[in-house]
Protein backbone atom coordinates (compact mmCIF):
# COMPACT_ATOMS: atom_id res chain seq x y z
CA UNK A 1 0.00 0.00 0.00
CA UNK A 2 1.26 3.26 -0.87
CA UNK A 3 2.25 6.43 1.94
CA UNK A 4 -0.38 9.04 0.57
CA UNK A 5 2.41 11.47 1.38
CA UNK A 6 4.19 10.52 -1.87
CA UNK A 7 0.60 12.00 -3.89
CA UNK A 8 1.71 14.57 -6.18
CA UNK A 9 -0.06 17.54 -7.03
CA UNK A 10 -3.49 16.36 -9.06
CA UNK A 11 -4.33 17.52 -12.78
CA UNK A 12 -6.83 20.80 -12.76
CA UNK A 13 -10.77 19.67 -12.99
CA UNK A 14 -10.64 20.93 -16.29
CA UNK A 15 -10.54 19.84 -19.97
CA UNK A 16 -7.18 18.15 -21.11
CA UNK A 17 -6.19 16.67 -25.05
CA UNK A 18 -4.01 13.85 -25.90
CA UNK A 19 -1.03 15.81 -27.32
CA UNK A 20 0.04 15.18 -31.03
CA UNK A 21 3.09 17.38 -32.10
CA UNK A 22 1.18 18.90 -35.02
CA UNK A 23 -0.72 21.02 -32.56
CA UNK A 24 2.44 22.44 -30.68
CA UNK A 25 1.89 25.85 -31.71
CA UNK A 26 -1.96 26.01 -32.09
CA UNK A 27 -1.84 24.62 -28.14
CA UNK A 28 0.45 27.73 -27.08
CA UNK A 29 -1.36 29.94 -29.25
CA UNK A 30 -5.15 29.14 -28.94
CA UNK A 31 -5.87 26.54 -25.84
CA UNK A 32 -9.13 27.80 -25.65
CA UNK A 33 -10.47 26.06 -22.45
CA UNK A 34 -7.55 23.52 -22.58
CA UNK A 35 -5.73 22.74 -19.45
CA UNK A 36 -3.42 20.12 -19.68
CA UNK A 37 -2.02 17.23 -21.79
CA UNK A 38 -1.91 13.78 -21.59
CA UNK A 39 1.67 12.13 -23.58
CA UNK A 40 2.35 8.65 -24.02
CA UNK A 41 5.09 7.61 -21.72
CA UNK A 42 6.90 5.84 -24.32
CA UNK A 43 7.05 8.14 -26.97
CA UNK A 44 9.35 10.28 -24.99
CA UNK A 45 11.45 7.83 -24.24
CA UNK A 46 14.16 8.81 -26.71
CA UNK A 47 17.65 10.22 -25.65
CA UNK A 48 16.91 13.51 -26.48
CA UNK A 49 15.39 16.12 -29.93
CA UNK A 50 12.19 17.55 -30.42
CA UNK A 51 10.29 15.48 -28.35
CA UNK A 52 12.24 16.33 -25.16
CA UNK A 53 12.51 19.69 -26.19
CA UNK A 54 8.35 20.30 -26.73
CA UNK A 55 7.44 18.70 -23.81
CA UNK A 56 10.18 21.16 -21.77
CA UNK A 57 8.33 24.18 -23.75
CA UNK A 58 4.81 22.69 -22.75
CA UNK A 59 4.68 21.61 -19.11
CA UNK A 60 5.85 25.72 -18.88
CA UNK A 61 1.88 26.37 -19.75
CA UNK A 62 0.32 23.22 -19.13
CA UNK A 63 -0.28 20.54 -16.61
CA UNK A 64 1.29 16.94 -17.51
CA UNK A 65 -0.07 13.83 -17.10
CA UNK A 66 1.73 10.69 -18.05
CA UNK A 67 -0.26 7.68 -20.13
CA UNK A 68 1.75 4.58 -20.15
CA UNK A 69 0.87 1.95 -23.19
CA UNK A 70 3.94 -0.29 -22.56
CA UNK A 71 3.99 -1.38 -19.26
CA UNK A 72 1.99 -4.43 -19.63
CA UNK A 73 0.64 -4.40 -16.15
CA UNK A 74 -1.61 -7.64 -16.81
CA UNK A 75 1.42 -9.43 -18.21
CA UNK A 76 1.68 -13.15 -16.19
CA UNK A 77 5.92 -12.36 -16.60
CA UNK A 78 7.51 -9.98 -14.19
CA UNK A 79 7.19 -5.95 -15.03
CA UNK A 80 10.35 -5.45 -17.28
CA UNK A 81 12.94 -3.72 -14.80
CA UNK A 82 14.87 -1.72 -18.04
CA UNK A 83 10.92 -0.36 -18.54
CA UNK A 84 10.25 0.88 -15.14
CA UNK A 85 13.72 2.40 -15.13
CA UNK A 86 12.76 4.42 -18.01
CA UNK A 87 9.75 5.25 -16.73
CA UNK A 88 11.16 6.86 -13.28
CA UNK A 89 13.47 8.95 -15.32
CA UNK A 90 10.61 10.39 -17.60
CA UNK A 91 8.68 10.85 -14.35
CA UNK A 92 11.64 12.33 -12.71
CA UNK A 93 12.38 15.08 -14.99
CA UNK A 94 9.31 15.89 -16.10
CA UNK A 95 7.04 16.01 -12.77
CA UNK A 96 3.92 15.66 -14.23
CA UNK A 97 0.39 15.92 -12.35
CA UNK A 98 -0.20 12.42 -13.26
CA UNK A 99 1.02 8.87 -14.13
CA UNK A 100 -1.63 6.42 -15.59
CA UNK A 101 -1.25 2.75 -17.23
CA UNK A 102 -3.70 -0.26 -18.25
CA UNK A 103 -5.64 -2.76 -17.12
CA UNK A 104 -4.01 -5.13 -20.07
CA UNK A 105 -0.73 -6.92 -20.68
CA UNK A 106 1.25 -6.01 -24.01
CA UNK A 107 4.63 -7.73 -23.69
CA UNK A 108 4.81 -11.90 -24.03
CA UNK A 109 8.61 -12.85 -23.28
CA UNK A 110 10.91 -10.38 -24.74
CA UNK A 111 7.88 -9.41 -27.51
CA UNK A 112 6.31 -6.57 -27.67
CA UNK A 113 2.91 -6.58 -28.99
CA UNK A 114 2.15 -3.16 -29.22
CA UNK A 115 -1.37 -3.62 -28.25
CA UNK A 116 -3.61 -3.22 -25.02
CA UNK A 117 -4.76 -7.04 -24.64
CA UNK A 118 -7.34 -8.83 -22.29
CA UNK A 119 -7.48 -10.31 -18.92
CA UNK A 120 -9.49 -12.83 -17.29
CA UNK A 121 -10.71 -11.50 -13.87
CA UNK A 122 -9.83 -14.08 -12.02
CA UNK A 123 -8.03 -13.97 -7.86
CA UNK A 124 -4.57 -15.48 -9.30
CA UNK A 125 -4.96 -12.19 -12.11
CA UNK A 126 -5.72 -9.58 -9.38
CA UNK A 127 -2.67 -10.92 -7.01
CA UNK A 128 -0.33 -10.83 -9.62
CA UNK A 129 -1.92 -7.19 -10.92
CA UNK A 130 -1.96 -5.88 -7.27
CA UNK A 131 1.62 -7.20 -7.21
CA UNK A 132 2.91 -5.08 -10.16
CA UNK A 133 0.84 -2.29 -9.22
CA UNK A 134 2.56 -2.50 -5.43
CA UNK A 135 6.19 -2.23 -7.43
CA UNK A 136 5.01 0.74 -10.19
CA UNK A 137 4.21 3.11 -7.04
CA UNK A 138 7.33 1.83 -5.11
CA UNK A 139 9.56 2.81 -7.73
CA UNK A 140 7.98 5.32 -9.00
CA UNK A 141 7.65 6.94 -5.79
CA UNK A 142 3.62 8.42 -6.41
CA UNK A 143 0.08 6.50 -6.31
CA UNK A 144 -1.04 5.80 -10.08
CA UNK A 145 -4.02 5.73 -12.08
CA UNK A 146 -5.40 2.79 -13.71
CA UNK A 147 -7.76 2.26 -16.80
CA UNK A 148 -10.45 0.16 -17.69
CA UNK A 149 -10.09 -1.52 -21.06
CA UNK A 150 -12.36 -2.00 -23.88
CA UNK A 151 -13.35 -5.34 -24.13
CA UNK A 152 -14.52 -7.41 -27.51
CA UNK A 153 -14.44 -10.95 -25.95
CA UNK A 154 -15.42 -12.73 -22.47
CA UNK A 155 -12.94 -15.52 -20.54
CA UNK A 156 -14.67 -18.26 -19.45
CA UNK A 157 -12.45 -18.05 -16.46
CA UNK A 158 -13.40 -15.11 -14.94
CA UNK A 159 -15.12 -14.80 -11.47
CA UNK A 160 -15.09 -11.16 -11.05
CA UNK A 161 -16.65 -8.55 -12.24
CA UNK A 162 -15.05 -5.87 -14.21
CA UNK A 163 -16.27 -3.23 -11.63
CA UNK A 164 -15.34 -5.28 -8.01
CA UNK A 165 -11.82 -6.48 -9.40
CA UNK A 166 -10.97 -2.73 -10.20
CA UNK A 167 -12.13 -1.64 -6.48
CA UNK A 168 -10.58 -4.61 -4.66
CA UNK A 169 -7.41 -3.04 -6.74
CA UNK A 170 -7.95 -0.08 -5.28
CA UNK A 171 -8.43 -1.77 -1.54
CA UNK A 172 -5.17 -3.51 -2.32
CA UNK A 173 -2.84 -1.08 -3.83
CA UNK A 174 -4.31 2.15 -2.77
CA UNK A 175 -3.95 3.22 -6.52
CA UNK A 176 -6.49 5.55 -8.02
CA UNK A 177 -8.27 4.88 -11.43
CA UNK A 178 -8.78 6.41 -14.35
CA UNK A 179 -12.43 5.98 -15.71
CA UNK A 180 -12.64 5.79 -19.81
CA UNK A 181 -16.49 6.16 -20.42
CA UNK A 182 -16.27 5.83 -23.91
CA UNK A 183 -14.27 1.89 -22.82
CA UNK A 184 -16.79 1.26 -20.75
CA UNK A 185 -19.59 2.34 -23.48
CA UNK A 186 -17.46 -0.32 -25.84
CA UNK A 187 -17.07 -3.31 -23.32
CA UNK A 188 -20.92 -3.07 -22.12
CA UNK A 189 -22.02 -3.02 -25.85
CA UNK A 190 -19.96 -5.94 -26.46
CA UNK A 191 -20.43 -7.94 -23.67
CA UNK A 192 -23.65 -7.20 -23.58
CA UNK A 193 -24.29 -5.26 -20.53
CA UNK A 194 -25.67 -1.57 -19.37
CA UNK A 195 -22.94 1.08 -19.46
CA UNK A 196 -25.37 2.44 -16.59
CA UNK A 197 -25.34 -0.06 -14.31
CA UNK A 198 -21.68 0.00 -14.70
CA UNK A 199 -21.10 2.95 -13.36
CA UNK A 200 -23.60 2.19 -10.49
CA UNK A 201 -21.34 -0.47 -9.14
CA UNK A 202 -17.80 1.46 -10.31
CA UNK A 203 -15.48 2.60 -7.23
CA UNK A 204 -16.21 6.43 -8.29
CA UNK A 205 -14.57 7.64 -5.18
CA UNK A 206 -11.14 6.47 -6.62
CA UNK A 207 -11.06 8.55 -9.70
CA UNK A 208 -8.35 10.55 -10.25
CA UNK A 209 -9.23 11.12 -14.59
CA UNK A 210 -11.83 10.37 -17.10
CA UNK A 211 -11.08 9.96 -20.95
CA UNK A 212 -13.32 10.44 -23.74
CA UNK A 213 -13.16 9.13 -27.18
CA UNK A 214 -14.10 7.65 -30.51
CA UNK A 215 -15.05 4.34 -31.63
CA UNK A 216 -16.08 2.44 -34.53
CA UNK A 217 -18.89 0.42 -35.26
CA UNK A 218 -18.95 -3.51 -36.27
CA UNK A 219 -20.39 -6.78 -36.01
CA UNK A 220 -19.29 -9.88 -34.74
CA UNK A 221 -19.84 -14.03 -35.64
CA UNK A 222 -23.82 -13.44 -35.14
CA UNK A 223 -24.64 -10.17 -36.15
CA UNK A 224 -24.12 -8.91 -32.55
CA UNK A 225 -22.99 -4.88 -32.68
CA UNK A 226 -19.29 -5.51 -32.05
CA UNK A 227 -17.51 -1.52 -31.18
CA UNK A 228 -14.06 -0.65 -31.41
CA UNK A 229 -11.60 1.55 -29.54
CA UNK A 230 -10.47 3.20 -32.58
CA UNK A 231 -10.07 7.05 -31.07
CA UNK A 232 -10.33 8.15 -34.61
CA UNK A 233 -13.34 10.25 -34.74
CA UNK A 234 -15.60 12.79 -32.28
CA UNK A 235 -16.78 10.87 -29.53
CA UNK A 236 -20.69 9.65 -30.10
CA UNK A 237 -23.68 10.91 -28.13
CA UNK A 238 -23.83 8.29 -25.49
CA UNK A 239 -20.26 8.31 -24.34
CA UNK A 240 -20.89 11.96 -23.75
CA UNK A 241 -24.15 10.96 -22.25
CA UNK A 242 -21.70 8.48 -19.94
CA UNK A 243 -19.49 10.97 -19.11
CA UNK A 244 -22.36 13.43 -17.60
CA UNK A 245 -23.54 10.57 -15.87
CA UNK A 246 -20.09 10.09 -14.34
CA UNK A 247 -19.44 13.87 -13.10
CA UNK A 248 -22.54 13.78 -11.37
CA UNK A 249 -21.09 11.29 -9.28
CA UNK A 250 -17.70 12.13 -9.06
CA UNK A 251 -18.30 16.11 -9.30
CA UNK A 252 -15.80 17.94 -11.34
CA UNK A 253 -12.82 15.76 -12.76
CA UNK A 254 -9.54 16.23 -15.08
CA UNK A 255 -11.57 14.97 -18.64
CA UNK A 256 -9.56 13.78 -21.74
CA UNK A 257 -10.57 13.94 -25.28
CA UNK A 258 -8.47 10.96 -26.61
CA UNK A 259 -7.94 11.47 -30.43
CA UNK A 260 -4.79 9.18 -31.54
CA UNK A 261 -5.60 8.04 -35.38
CA UNK A 262 -6.56 10.39 -38.07
CA UNK A 263 -5.59 13.04 -35.98
CA UNK A 264 -7.44 16.04 -37.12
CA UNK A 265 -6.88 19.73 -37.52
CA UNK A 266 -6.72 21.77 -33.82
CA UNK A 267 -10.09 23.62 -33.89
CA UNK A 268 -11.83 19.92 -34.05
CA UNK A 269 -10.41 18.67 -31.24
CA UNK A 270 -10.49 22.30 -29.38
CA UNK A 271 -14.40 21.92 -29.84
CA UNK A 272 -13.92 18.65 -28.53
CA UNK A 273 -12.42 20.14 -25.50
CA UNK A 274 -14.89 22.51 -25.37
CA UNK A 275 -17.76 19.60 -25.25
CA UNK A 276 -16.31 18.39 -22.28
CA UNK A 277 -15.74 22.15 -20.70
CA UNK A 278 -19.43 22.51 -21.02
CA UNK A 279 -20.02 19.29 -19.51
CA UNK A 280 -18.04 20.02 -16.55
CA UNK A 281 -19.42 23.46 -16.00
CA UNK A 282 -22.77 21.70 -15.65
CA UNK A 283 -21.64 20.16 -12.74
CA UNK A 284 -22.31 20.59 -8.91
CA UNK A 285 -19.14 21.52 -7.03
CA UNK A 286 -18.39 18.38 -5.45
CA UNK B 1 -10.65 -23.29 -18.54
CA UNK B 2 -7.79 -21.04 -18.09
CA UNK B 3 -6.55 -19.06 -21.29
CA UNK B 4 -2.93 -18.43 -20.57
CA UNK B 5 -1.52 -15.69 -22.14
CA UNK B 6 1.09 -18.01 -24.22
CA UNK B 7 -1.74 -19.35 -25.92
CA UNK B 8 -3.51 -15.92 -26.79
CA UNK B 9 0.09 -14.67 -28.08
CA UNK B 10 0.49 -17.75 -30.36
CA UNK B 11 -2.58 -16.96 -32.11
CA UNK B 12 -2.57 -13.60 -32.06
CA UNK B 13 0.24 -13.07 -34.73
CA UNK B 14 -0.55 -16.78 -36.65
CA UNK B 15 -3.68 -16.23 -38.51
CA UNK B 16 -3.59 -20.12 -39.51
CA UNK B 17 -3.64 -20.98 -35.76
CA UNK B 18 -7.57 -21.95 -33.92
CA UNK B 19 -8.83 -19.02 -31.04
CA UNK B 20 -7.88 -20.09 -28.01
CA UNK B 21 -10.25 -22.08 -26.05
CA UNK B 22 -11.74 -20.21 -23.28
CA UNK B 23 -12.85 -16.74 -25.29
CA UNK B 24 -16.44 -15.96 -25.74
CA UNK B 25 -19.35 -13.44 -26.79
CA UNK B 26 -21.30 -12.81 -23.80
CA UNK B 27 -23.60 -16.16 -24.30
CA UNK B 28 -20.93 -18.05 -23.77
CA UNK B 29 -20.29 -19.12 -27.39
CA UNK B 30 -17.31 -19.48 -29.12
CA UNK B 31 -16.03 -15.94 -31.38
CA UNK B 32 -13.78 -15.88 -33.86
CA UNK B 33 -14.40 -12.19 -35.05
CA UNK B 34 -14.04 -10.53 -31.55
CA UNK B 35 -10.37 -12.24 -31.44
CA UNK B 36 -10.04 -11.10 -35.01
CA UNK B 37 -10.15 -7.73 -33.27
CA UNK B 38 -6.88 -8.08 -31.36
CA UNK B 39 -5.12 -9.86 -34.75
CA UNK B 40 -6.49 -6.91 -36.87
CA UNK B 41 -4.96 -4.17 -33.70
CA UNK B 42 -1.71 -5.58 -33.57
CA UNK B 43 -1.13 -6.20 -36.78
CA UNK B 44 -2.40 -2.86 -38.13
CA UNK B 45 -0.23 -1.81 -35.34
CA UNK B 46 3.04 -2.85 -36.32
CA UNK B 47 2.32 -2.21 -40.34
CA UNK B 48 1.71 1.30 -39.27
CA UNK B 49 5.01 1.78 -37.67
CA UNK B 50 6.79 0.54 -39.89
CA UNK B 51 5.30 3.09 -42.43
CA UNK B 52 5.63 5.86 -40.18
CA UNK B 53 9.05 4.84 -39.56
CA UNK B 54 10.24 3.51 -43.41
CA UNK B 55 8.35 6.31 -45.57
CA UNK B 56 10.63 6.10 -48.56
CA UNK B 57 10.95 2.81 -48.84
CA UNK B 58 7.12 2.90 -48.74
CA UNK B 59 7.18 5.04 -51.82
CA UNK B 60 9.66 2.92 -53.47
CA UNK B 61 7.32 -0.51 -53.04
CA UNK B 62 3.93 0.97 -53.58
CA UNK B 63 1.76 1.18 -50.60
CA UNK B 64 0.30 -2.97 -51.25
CA UNK B 65 3.54 -4.17 -51.47
CA UNK B 66 5.37 -2.85 -48.41
CA UNK B 67 2.36 -3.68 -46.42
CA UNK B 68 3.16 -7.26 -47.57
CA UNK B 69 6.27 -7.15 -46.94
CA UNK B 70 6.01 -5.18 -43.29
CA UNK B 71 2.76 -7.74 -42.72
CA UNK B 72 5.76 -10.80 -43.04
CA UNK B 73 8.21 -8.57 -40.77
CA UNK B 74 6.21 -7.92 -38.24
CA UNK B 75 4.69 -11.47 -37.79
CA UNK B 76 8.54 -13.09 -38.02
CA UNK B 77 10.10 -9.89 -35.89
CA UNK B 78 7.74 -8.75 -33.63
CA UNK B 79 9.06 -5.42 -31.63
CA UNK B 80 11.32 -6.44 -28.67
CA UNK B 81 11.17 -3.42 -26.75
CA UNK B 82 8.04 -1.05 -25.96
CA UNK B 83 9.84 2.01 -27.35
CA UNK B 84 8.50 1.92 -31.14
CA UNK B 85 10.61 4.54 -31.66
CA UNK B 86 13.31 1.76 -32.60
CA UNK B 87 11.04 -0.64 -34.20
CA UNK B 88 12.03 -2.42 -37.31
CA UNK B 89 15.97 -1.95 -36.80
CA UNK B 90 16.08 -6.21 -37.93
CA UNK B 91 14.15 -4.84 -41.27
CA UNK B 92 17.75 -3.93 -43.21
CA UNK B 93 18.89 -7.75 -42.51
CA UNK B 94 15.43 -9.02 -43.30
CA UNK B 95 15.90 -7.33 -46.48
CA UNK B 96 19.41 -8.70 -47.47
CA UNK B 97 17.80 -12.19 -47.06
CA UNK B 98 14.62 -11.50 -48.55
CA UNK B 99 13.95 -13.37 -52.48
CA UNK B 100 10.93 -11.84 -53.55
CA UNK B 101 12.96 -8.36 -53.30
CA UNK B 102 16.40 -9.56 -54.33
CA UNK B 103 16.44 -7.50 -57.47
CA UNK B 104 15.77 -4.54 -55.71
CA UNK B 105 19.38 -4.42 -54.48
CA UNK B 106 19.70 -0.94 -53.00
CA UNK B 107 16.32 -1.44 -50.91
CA UNK B 108 18.05 -2.92 -47.81
CA UNK B 109 20.53 0.31 -47.65
CA UNK B 110 17.90 2.99 -48.53
CA UNK B 111 16.04 1.07 -44.72
CA UNK B 112 19.71 1.40 -43.45
CA UNK B 113 19.64 5.08 -44.25
CA UNK B 114 15.74 5.64 -43.12
CA UNK B 115 16.28 3.91 -39.62
CA UNK B 116 19.41 6.05 -39.59
CA UNK B 117 17.51 9.62 -39.78
CA UNK B 118 15.38 7.87 -37.21
CA UNK B 119 18.08 7.31 -34.81
CA UNK B 120 19.40 11.48 -35.14
CA UNK B 121 16.11 12.69 -34.38
CA UNK B 122 15.43 10.91 -31.00
CA UNK B 123 19.70 11.09 -30.47
CA UNK B 124 20.78 13.03 -26.90
CA UNK B 125 21.48 16.76 -27.30
CA UNK B 126 24.69 17.77 -26.65
CA UNK B 127 26.29 21.26 -26.93
CA UNK B 128 28.17 21.58 -29.77
CA UNK B 129 31.84 22.42 -30.13
CA UNK B 130 33.06 25.73 -30.24
CA UNK B 131 35.34 25.86 -33.34
CA UNK B 132 37.58 28.33 -32.18
CA UNK B 133 39.41 25.31 -30.29
CA UNK B 134 40.25 24.10 -33.40
CA UNK B 135 41.63 26.96 -34.99
CA UNK B 136 43.85 27.89 -31.83
CA UNK B 137 45.40 24.40 -32.04
CA UNK B 138 49.07 24.10 -33.79
CA UNK B 139 48.88 22.15 -36.81
CA UNK B 140 50.88 19.41 -35.63
CA UNK B 141 49.16 18.97 -32.56
CA UNK B 142 45.61 19.31 -34.36
CA UNK B 143 46.52 16.25 -36.69
CA UNK B 144 47.26 14.18 -33.28
CA UNK B 145 43.90 15.57 -32.25
CA UNK B 146 40.73 13.49 -31.59
CA UNK B 147 36.99 14.69 -32.64
CA UNK B 148 33.90 13.54 -30.64
CA UNK B 149 31.44 13.08 -32.96
CA UNK B 150 27.66 14.29 -31.81
CA UNK B 151 25.15 11.15 -30.65
CA UNK B 152 23.28 12.91 -33.48
CA UNK B 153 25.71 11.89 -36.05
CA UNK B 154 25.02 8.53 -37.81
CA UNK B 155 27.50 6.97 -40.98
CA UNK B 156 25.36 5.05 -43.60
CA UNK B 157 27.90 2.89 -45.81
CA UNK B 158 26.66 2.58 -49.31
CA UNK B 159 27.36 0.85 -52.74
CA UNK B 160 24.11 2.52 -54.10
CA UNK B 161 22.97 5.98 -55.01
CA UNK B 162 20.97 5.99 -51.36
CA UNK B 163 20.93 9.67 -50.79
CA UNK B 164 20.05 10.72 -54.35
CA UNK B 165 16.88 8.17 -54.14
CA UNK B 166 16.21 9.39 -50.93
CA UNK B 167 16.11 12.99 -52.56
CA UNK B 168 14.55 11.78 -55.46
CA UNK B 169 11.64 10.43 -53.55
CA UNK B 170 11.25 12.91 -50.58
CA UNK B 171 11.94 16.30 -52.12
CA UNK B 172 10.27 17.95 -55.46
CA UNK B 173 12.72 18.74 -58.33
CA UNK B 174 15.22 16.73 -57.24
CA UNK B 175 17.32 14.82 -60.18
CA UNK B 176 17.37 11.61 -60.96
CA UNK B 177 19.69 9.01 -59.01
CA UNK B 178 22.75 8.69 -60.41
CA UNK B 179 24.69 4.92 -60.85
CA UNK B 180 27.46 5.87 -57.83
CA UNK B 181 28.26 5.12 -54.51
CA UNK B 182 27.06 7.19 -51.89
CA UNK B 183 27.85 6.83 -48.57
CA UNK B 184 25.87 9.12 -46.36
CA UNK B 185 26.56 11.00 -43.05
CA UNK B 186 23.33 12.45 -41.02
CA UNK B 187 23.34 15.44 -39.03
CA UNK B 188 20.89 17.24 -36.50
CA UNK B 189 21.88 20.57 -36.53
CA UNK B 190 18.82 21.68 -34.46
CA UNK B 191 16.16 19.13 -34.18
CA UNK B 192 15.70 17.76 -38.33
CA UNK B 193 17.81 15.36 -39.41
CA UNK B 194 19.44 15.95 -42.38
CA UNK B 195 21.57 13.53 -44.96
CA UNK B 196 24.90 14.28 -46.88
CA UNK B 197 26.03 12.49 -49.96
CA UNK B 198 29.64 11.51 -49.02
CA UNK B 199 32.80 10.53 -51.23
CA UNK B 200 34.15 6.95 -50.22
CA UNK B 201 37.37 9.02 -48.92
CA UNK B 202 35.14 11.06 -46.63
CA UNK B 203 33.21 8.39 -45.45
CA UNK B 204 36.74 6.19 -44.73
CA UNK B 205 37.35 9.50 -42.61
CA UNK B 206 34.42 9.51 -40.78
CA UNK B 207 34.48 6.14 -39.76
CA UNK B 208 38.08 6.34 -38.56
CA UNK B 209 37.22 9.46 -36.14
CA UNK B 210 33.73 7.63 -35.08
CA UNK B 211 36.32 4.85 -34.13
CA UNK B 212 38.66 7.35 -32.11
CA UNK B 213 41.30 7.95 -34.82
CA UNK B 214 43.23 10.83 -34.32
CA UNK B 215 43.34 13.31 -37.51
CA UNK B 216 46.19 11.91 -38.67
CA UNK B 217 45.28 8.38 -39.01
CA UNK B 218 41.76 9.11 -40.47
CA UNK B 219 43.50 11.23 -43.10
CA UNK B 220 45.30 8.39 -43.94
CA UNK B 221 41.96 6.15 -44.52
CA UNK B 222 40.92 8.97 -46.47
CA UNK B 223 43.62 9.43 -48.90
CA UNK B 224 43.83 5.52 -49.22
CA UNK B 225 40.61 6.26 -51.51
CA UNK B 226 41.46 9.65 -52.74
CA UNK B 227 44.97 10.70 -53.09
CA UNK B 228 43.51 14.30 -53.28
CA UNK B 229 41.41 14.11 -50.34
CA UNK B 230 40.57 17.42 -49.06
CA UNK B 231 39.46 17.13 -45.54
CA UNK B 232 38.30 21.11 -45.50
CA UNK B 233 35.10 20.96 -47.08
CA UNK B 234 33.71 18.04 -44.25
CA UNK B 235 35.28 19.27 -41.36
CA UNK B 236 33.39 22.50 -41.81
CA UNK B 237 30.03 20.74 -42.60
CA UNK B 238 30.61 18.91 -39.61
CA UNK B 239 31.30 22.16 -37.73
CA UNK B 240 28.53 24.02 -39.15
CA UNK B 241 25.81 21.29 -38.16
CA UNK B 242 26.96 20.48 -34.52
CA UNK B 243 28.30 17.72 -35.02
CA UNK B 244 31.02 18.02 -33.22
CA UNK B 245 31.03 18.63 -29.28
CA UNK B 246 34.57 18.17 -28.14
CA UNK B 247 38.20 17.18 -28.74
CA UNK B 248 40.96 15.28 -27.31
CA UNK B 249 44.39 16.59 -27.82
CA UNK B 250 47.67 14.43 -27.23
CA UNK B 251 48.37 16.08 -23.91
CA UNK B 252 44.72 15.87 -22.42
Known amino acids: ?286 | MTTTQAEFRAALLDPARAVPDGLTDPKGQPTSRRFAVYRNNVTVALIDALRTGFPVLCKLLGDQNFDQLARLFARAHPPTSPLMMHYGEDLPAFLDSFEPLAHIAYLPDVARLELALRRAYHAADRTALDPARLGALDPDVLMQTRLHLSPTVQLVHSRWPIHDIWRYNTQADAPKPRGIAQPVLVTRAAFDPEPHALTLAQAAWLQAIAENAPLEKAVDAATAHDAEFDLGPLLTLLIQHNALTDISTPKD
Not at chain 1, 43 to 53: K, L, S, T
Not at chain 1, 76 to 88: A, I, N, S, T, V
Not at chain 1, 159 to 164: F, R, V
Open chain 1, 1 to 286: MLDATLTPPRLPAAPGVGYKAQHFADLRDAPGSVKWLEIHAENYMGDGGRPHAQLRALREDFAISVHGVGLSIGGDGRLDPDHLGRLKHLVSWLEPSSFSEHLAWSTHGAEFLDDLLPLPYTDATLTRVAEHIDEVQEVLGRRMLLENPSSYLAFAESTWSETDFLAELVRRTGCGLLLDVNNVFISATNLDYTPQSYLDAYPLAAIGEIHVGGHDEDEDDHGAPLLIDSHGREAAEPVWALLDHALAGTGPAPVLVEWDNDVPDWPTLRAEAERAASALASVPAG
